[in-house]
């Protein structure tokens, strides 16, 4: 507490030499002026320490007792504040600095959307900016509430949508409507087999099977029937319910040429930079927009201090060249292409089912791969079929 005190009043570190050290140690002793950390350098130096207030009277007793005062060093608040009253920049930039920060604080600089999945961000941005919420924005003209009632009857298929400000940031959350299932439709249907095969496992839920395991089937036949007989032997018509798993075939057929037309970058690279501060997009490069030939890759870079983003964002365009050449292709590698096709086929065409056996047979033809794959699959083939009912009148 005591170096706190002295540190605000300030206070000197000076030398005394002479011979009569000890009468000015005394008189100042006896004036009630305060002197510490005396250190003795040698029989006629010493090194001490006094506040700055009481510097100046010590130029009395050095007179007296014959003894010469050097000044090494001056420490503490008033000294501080002697050399910024020099430098007034140096006081009224730092509160200039934290004035614009704070009046910056009081916008939106930053918009960040969370939980969109089919919309686009950009739409939610743009339709936010008609609302009044965009970059730029003061924040006291924000009313949440009306901001989320107004976007949900503007934006289409949301759930529930709120607005969040944290700091110089807006964060909109969203949930999209999800597709409503649909109902099973309760009309009474038969299941049928969607392709032909050979039946390997059948599981009822509903209804009577009308073919069991090793029976081979074509592609329309009864599987399942939805008329059933009850224990009084009348007739209901139900809607019936089934997985009926069967062996079925599936031909794929790729073909390549080995003569192929490819994209290869020439190095030319053209570089579009611009900035964007305080809602105005300014261009800081002068090249134009290429047209042919080039492939476009963007990135942004928003300054941030702490966590708090500036109104400054900059921005890259990066245009890469690229040269159309035709190339010829060897037969390994016009097979490898081809097999690469096959497999991103399979993983679509055959999600749903499980592959047995894979045949390929290949052949070259005129500087054309031709590939055929036969697949041996089990999957379900029930596929529902509605059961009109026609009623007359007895009349």
């Known amino acids: 507490m005591l170096k706190i005190v002295k540190y605000i009043f300030g206070f000197a570190s000076f030398t005394i030499t002479g011979k009569?050290?000890?009468?000015?140690l005394n008189l100042a002793a006896r004036s009630g002026i305060n002197i510490w950390d005396i250190k003795k350098k040698s029989s006629d130096i010493f090194v001490c320490k006094v506040t700055a207030v009481d510097f100046k009277n010590l130029r009395e007793f050095s007179r007296k007792s014959g003894v010469f005062l050097k000044l090494k060093s001056k420490h503490g608040l008033p000294f501080i504040i002697n050399k910024l009253k020099r430098r007034p920049s140096l006081i009224a930039g730092p509160f200039c600095f934290y004035g614009v920060i704070y009046l910056l604080s009081l916008f939106v600089w930053n918009i960040n959307i969370v939980g969109n999945f089919k919309l686009k961000e950009e739409e939610i941005i743009e339709a936010a900016a008609e609302l009044g919420l965009a970059v730029g924005t003061p924040k006291g003209l924000i009313d949440a509430k009306i901001f989320e009632k107004n976007a949900m009857s503007k934006i289409k298929d949301l759930s529930w949508i709120s607005v969040n400000l944290k700091g110089s940031s807006a964060f909109i959350e969203l949930q999209e409507k999800k597709s409503a299932p649909e109902r099973p439709k309760d009309k009474p249907c038969n299941i049928v087999a969607a392709r032909s095969g050979q039946i390997v496992r059948v599981e009822v839920y509903s209804g009577n099977a009308e073919v069991k395991n090793g029976d081979a089937v074509a592609k329309g036949n009864l599987l399942v029937n939805g008329f059933v007989e009850d224990i009084f032997g009348k007739n209901t018509i139900n809607r019936a319910e089934a997985k009926v798993f069967a062996i079925t075939k599936h031909i794929l057929r790729e073909k390549l040429d080995f003569g192929q037309i490819e994209e290869f970058p020439t190095g030319k690279i053209i570089n579009r930079r611009s900035v964007k501060f305080f809602g105005v997009k300014i261009p800081l490069t002068?090249?134009?927009?290429?047209?042919?030939?080039?492939?476009?890759?963007?990135?942004?870079?928003?300054?941030?201090?702490?966590e708090s983003f500036l109104p400054i964002t900059f921005y890259l365009e990066r245009h890469v060249e690229y040269e159309r050449k035709k190339i010829l292709l060897t037969p390994d590698q016009t097979k490898e292409k081809i097999e690469e096709r096959l497999k991103a086929r399979e993983e679509s065409e055959f999600r749903d089912m499980k592959i047995l056996e894979r045949s390929k047979k290949e052949k070259i033809q005129n500087g054309t791969c031709y590939a055929d794959v036969t697949y041996v699959c089990e999957e379900d083939i029930a596929k529902k079929e509605e059961i009109i009912v026609n009623y007359h009148d007895s009349n």
């Not at 009569?20 to 000015?24: A, D, M, Q």
């Not at 002068?286 to 702490?306: R, T, W």
């Open 286 to 306: 002068l090249a134009p927009k290429p047209k042919d030939n080039y492939q476009k890759e963007f990135s942004l870079n928003k300054l941030k201090i702490g």
């Open 20 to 24: 009569r050290l000890e009468r000015f």
